[in-house]
Nanobody, 124 residues
Framework: QVQLVESGGGLVQAGGSLRLSCAAS????????MGWFRQAPGKEREFLAA????????YYAGSVKGRFTISRDNAKNTMALQMSSLKPEDTANYYC?????????????????WGQGTQVTVSS
């Protein structure tokens, strides 16, 4: 059974940084593309970033490009999201997810396993 566990969320002031981690177990982590999403209260789950199976290709939503960096360590079965220049509108619950073998990485419907989420709150 695949399990994804996020960590690293918390409260940070605007302009600050946080590093989220996603630890994967079950399955073969290095076989899959991975992604980060977030969901704020009353809003749909939003794509943030994705990384291909070997870490050589990354993709970002326009709202976070240049501020967030996705990375992975296949030897440790982990993925990270380094977030900087945080804004109050970045406040949300952040999720990591495993992509299905084929599919558009920006579409949340193309992800089959999700973590439970970690809360990020950015104060103004």
């Amino acid at each position: 059974q695949v399990q994804l566990v996020e960590s690293g969320g918390g409260l940070v002031q605007a302009g600050g940084s946080l590093r989220l981690s996603c630890a994967a177990s079950g399955g073969t982590f290095s076989d899959y593309n991975m992604g980060w999403f977030r969901q704020a209260p009353g809003k749909e789950r939003e794509f943030l970033a994705a990384i291909n199976w070997n870490g050589r290709s990354t993709y970002y939503a326009g709202s976070v490009k240049g501020r967030f960096t996705i990375s992975r360590d296949n030897a440790k079965n982990t993925m990270a999201l380094q977030m900087s220049s945080l804004k109050p509108e970045d406040t949300a619950n952040y999720y990591c997810a495993r992509a299905v073998v084929s599919g558009v990485l920006t579409d949340r419907r193309n992800y089959d396993y999700w973590g439970q989420g970690t809360q990020v709150t950015v104060s103004s």
